[in-house]
């Protein structure tokens, strides 16, 4: 692998993992009031369209990247929805 | 501009004017409780990874996208750190 692709890898890797620690907090505060739910519908909206992106440009940091924050931030918005 | 570009563009439209209404109800709310500081601070550094790796691969979408993102985070890791 290319040190480009690498580097678009650890800042997929920061973008993606840092949902982690949100998910936890908000699922354990059972509290989502200070997230704005157009920020998070908007939000998944457009990592939604940037993995068809990733997808046509064939840049695989872009595709698991948006693939896995999809996966993180859809839970998010079902607290916000659940809870807030 | 090519269609691919144009959805790179939707894309990043997206993600990034998301974090307007975030930062306009921290703003007027003064409360960021709800907001784990581990995602904004990881969130922000990948986001300027992100930057980094557009230029290098020529994304126009990816470096435009993650440079206003990076004008809008910043603003709501301050406002975290002085409310909540």
Do not use: H
């Amino acid at each position: 692998m290319d040190l480009v692709t690498l580097l678009g890898f650890a800042a997929g890797a920061l973008t993606t993992l840092a949902f982690l620690p949100q998910l936890i907090k908000t699922w354990k505060s059972r509290s989502a009031r200070d997230m704005s739910l157009t920020w998070l519908t908007t939000f998944i909206a457009g990592v939604a369209l940037w993995f068809f992106y990733g997808l046509l440009i064939e840049s695989s940091p872009v595709v698991v990247a948006n693939g896995i924050t999809l996966g993180l931030t859809v839970p998010i918005l079902y607290f916000k929805l659940k809870y807030a």
